[in-house]
């Protein structure tokens, strides 16, 4: 990249204005501040030195989106990634790829919103892929291929909360029965003592749990890729103490688990897993649901998401009066008030009992 003839920032109206030299085309560069227009220059010029050419007037949306996944795949997490390319393939440039990108319109998002919508996807499902636009979109702005975000102004559907599926003490009875003597009860036991998610769960080693002392580090995570990742939030790694029921689950099925190693012999792959597949590698999440309904369905119990286990043990501590504040630390939520938003009816009837108690003393 060769760069020359900037010029001058000039003020013209209410507006700053100045000019970029780029592979011998002119650019131009527009903001409301001398420091707007500064800040703008310098970060066309840093993304040109990567390769980012500022948009020309017959770049079209799949074009730059391609270009787009090829910058950010270094810098954001596999998963996050996937889920990119995923929102970029399958729905945005289907219909929107052949618009030039300077010509993209809120009208264009709005309208794309609402077709998705129609064909049946859920209003989460639409909102994740307008995160996937305004982030794009965000960044030719910000290297100034475009004036501004027009995802900015498009409106994704809101998304209404749904109840929380969680399962009742008894509930909780009932499926560790029917998953009783199974390779998956340590699984679902360690699930409901820690609130893990699933992926921390696959992703778990022997290393990181202390028997004797009863605690579990979750420091990694199985993506939906097959790779091991740290948790997204520094807070997601944390230390979980388990109840002495839940150490005798693990004692077992280590013992089991050294017979299958034994059984497998040089087709053994030493990983070091906890839940692993019957040679050692990392266990199939989609075995591992398909499982998980199979035993809800044994158990006469009604069809709910995996992740219903993480729900289940925080609702459980919060009916025992545990402080929001450590069931935020054992889940690894970033911001307690992630924990009192997702758990907010719960709190509710904590909050209800509390004044029942009171006023008990009172009479």
Same mark, same amino acid.
């Given at each position: 990249?060769?760069?020359?003839g900037?010029?001058?920032?000039?003020?013209?109206?209410?507006?700053?204005?100045?000019?970029?030299?780029?592979?011998?085309?002119?650019?131009?560069?527009?903001?409301?501040?001398?420091?707007?227009?500064?800040?703008?220059?310098?970060?066309?010029?840093a993304?040109?030195?990567?390769?980012?050419?500022?948009?020309?007037?017959?770049?079209?949306?799949a074009?730059?989106?391609s270009?787009?996944?090829?910058?950010?795949?270094?810098?954001?997490?596999?998963?996050?990634?996937?889920?990119?390319?995923n929102?970029?393939?399958?729905?945005?440039?289907?219909a929107?790829?052949?618009?030039?990108?300077?010509?993209?319109?809120?009208?264009?998002?709005?309208?794309?919103?609402?077709?998705?919508?129609?064909?049946?996807?859920?209003?989460k499902?639409?909102?994740?892929?307008?995160?996937?636009?305004?982030?794009?979109?965000?960044?030719?702005?910000?290297?100034?291929?475009?004036?501004?975000?027009?995802?900015?102004?498009?409106?994704?559907?809101?998304?209404?909360?749904?109840?929380l599926?969680?399962?009742?003490?008894?509930q909780?009875?009932l499926?560790?029965?029917?998953?009783? %003597?199974? /390779?998956?009860?340590? !699984? *679902? #036991? =360690?699930?409901? $003592?820690? %609130?893990? /998610?699933?992926?921390? !769960? *696959? #992703? =778990?080693?022997? $290393?990181?749990?202390?028997?004797?002392?009863g605690?579990?580090?979750?420091?990694?995570?199985?993506?939906?890729?097959?790779?091991f990742?740290?948790?997204?939030?520094?807070?997601g790694k944390?230390?979980?103490h388990?109840?002495?029921s839940?150490?005798?689950?693990?004692?077992?099925?280590?013992?089991?688990?050294?017979?299958?190693?034994?059984?497998?012999?040089d087709?053994?792959?030493?990983q070091?897993?906890?839940?692993?597949?019957?040679?050692?590698?990392?266990?199939?999440?989609?075995?591992?649901?398909?499982?998980?309904h199979?035993?809800?369905?044994?158990?006469?119990?009604?069809?709910?998401?995996f992740?219903?286990?993480?729900?289940?043990?925080?609702?459980?501590?919060?009916?025992?009066?545990?402080?929001?504040r450590?069931?935020?630390q054992?889940?690894g939520?970033?911001?307690i008030?992630?924990?009192?938003q997702?758990?907010?009816?719960?709190v509710?009837?904590?909050?209800?009992?509390?004044?029942?108690?009171?006023?008990?003393?009172w009479?």
């Amino acid at each position: 990249m060769s760069a020359a003839g900037e010029g001058k920032i000039i003020k013209r109206g209410n507006a700053y204005r100045a000019q970029v030299q780029i592979n011998g085309v002119r650019h131009s560069i527009t903001g409301k501040t001398r420091a707007e227009v500064q800040r703008k220059r310098r970060e066309l010029l840093a993304a040109a030195d990567q390769g980012i050419m500022p948009a020309r007037t017959r770049v079209t949306v799949a074009e730059f989106l391609s270009h787009w996944l090829e910058i950010i795949k270094p810098q954001v997490r596999p998963a996050t990634l996937a889920d990119y390319q995923n929102s970029v393939r399958n729905h945005i440039v289907p219909a929107l790829g052949t618009i030039k990108l300077t010509k993209l319109e809120p009208a264009h998002l709005q309208e794309l919103y609402s077709q998705l919508l129609a064909k049946g996807l859920s209003a989460k499902t639409v909102r994740n892929i307008h995160g996937t636009i305004h982030k794009a979109i965000k960044d030719a702005a910000r290297w100034g291929m475009l004036p501004r975000n027009v995802a900015d102004i498009a409106r994704p559907p809101k998304v209404s909360r749904q109840e929380l599926q969680c399962l009742t003490p008894e509930q909780v009875r009932l499926l560790m029965q029917a998953c009783a %003597g199974t /390779r998956y009860e340590p !699984l *679902l #036991g =360690l699930a409901i $003592a820690t %609130g893990a /998610r699933q992926g921390e !769960l *696959l #992703g =778990l080693r022997w $290393a990181d749990i202390d028997l004797q002392r009863g605690v579990v580090q979750i420091t990694r995570q199985l993506t939906r890729q097959g790779t091991f990742s740290e948790p997204k939030t520094s807070s997601g790694k944390r230390s979980v103490h388990v109840p002495v029921s839940t150490v005798e689950l693990l004692r077992r099925h280590r013992s089991l688990q050294l017979q299958e190693r034994l059984s497998a012999g040089d087709r053994w792959q030493d990983q070091g897993l906890v839940f692993a597949n019957t040679l050692g590698g990392p266990m199939d999440a989609r075995n591992l649901i398909r499982a998980w309904h199979r035993i809800l369905q044994q158990a006469g119990l009604p069809r709910m998401p995996f992740h219903s286990l993480r729900h289940t043990s925080a609702s459980l501590l919060l009916r025992q009066g545990v402080s929001p504040r450590l069931i935020q630390q054992r889940l690894g939520h970033a911001d307690i008030a992630v924990t009192l938003q997702v758990y907010a009816h719960l709190v509710e009837d904590m909050d209800a009992q509390a004044a029942e108690a009171l006023a008990a003393l009172w009479s």
